[in-house]
């Protein structure tokens, strides 16, 4: 029998059961896994039940796409693997709120561009952000690319996922941290707010911004004031602004 072993550093995929299968075995984070649609084998089965349990994005995809990720024998899956571990949102907010009077978390609701995902990052890590948290599914995976586009900094700040933004907005909520929406949509901008509490700045999806459903539940919001004729900005840059008006208000 011939195992299909191959792993893509830039891309981090391993694909073929058996790969998978031992990826899996050895604790390997596995970020996405992707599955050819309707394929009926009880091995790939197993493996999307152990993906599942470890946190990992299952996606079921058409054959051509598996084409399109791999140059091998991808034998119907193929994962996606992480750069880095994901801790839980509970004990990494409770261990923070133990050392810090006044964390500062980002939520990413549905952040797709890797670029952008990797540029918060770096900044976030410049600002002193406690933690990130994005959502498992929707979201611009963990990759190499993130990586390159944090500047390494995704190995110096916790990511944590979750299972529903709303759940860690609530969860949050009850830690006493407010939970506070960048959006165009508000009337109050940022320099009217007070950051020196327990903050989680939420940031939007690129070309939706934050989910009606999402603003519904925060505490507050707030806008960044534009003079041109564009009216909005690139999340990246927004985030870094609001980060920067956070660490200017915190370094006063």
Request: hydrophobic letters at 45%; charged letters at 20%.
């Amino acid at each position: 029998m011939v195992f299909y072993f191959y792993i893509m550093a830039k891309e981090n995929k391993i694909f073929g059961i058996y790969p998978v299968l031992e990826a899996l075995k050895a604790a390997v984070v596995i970020d996405k896994l992707y599955v050819q649609k309707d394929i009926q084998n009880p091995k790939i089965q197993s493996i999307i039940k152990d993906a599942e349990k470890v946190g990992a994005t299952i996606n079921s995809v058409p054959v051509e796409k598996l084409n399109r990720l791999t140059n091998g024998n991808h034998q119907g899956v193929v994962a996606v693997t992480s750069p880095i571990d994901f801790p839980s949102l509970e004990e990494t907010v409770e261990t923070i709120l133990k050392t810090k009077e006044a964390p500062l978390f980002i939520i990413l609701d549905q952040i797709s561009d890797v670029r952008n995902f990797g540029a918060i990052l770096r900044t976030a890590e410049c600002t002193g952000v406690d933690a990130v948290i994005i959502q498992k599914k929707g979201g611009a995976p963990v990759s190499g690319d993130t990586v390159k586009t944090s500047a390494g900094a995704i190995f110096n700040i916790p990511i944590c996922k979750v299972d529903h933004i709303k759940d860690a907005i609530f969860y949050l909520q009850g830690s006493g941290i407010t939970t506070i929406a960048a959006t165009e949509k508000s009337e109050e901008t940022l320099y009217s707010k007070d950051f020196k509490r327990p903050i989680a700045l939420i940031m939007g999806s690129e070309g939706k911004g934050v989910s009606k459903s999402v603003l519904s539940l925060v505490d507050e919001a707030a806008s960044l004031p534009l003079i041109g004729t564009i009216n909005s900005l690139n999340v990246s840059v927004a985030c870094g602004a609001f980060l920067y008006e956070i660490l200017r208000q915190r370094s006063l």
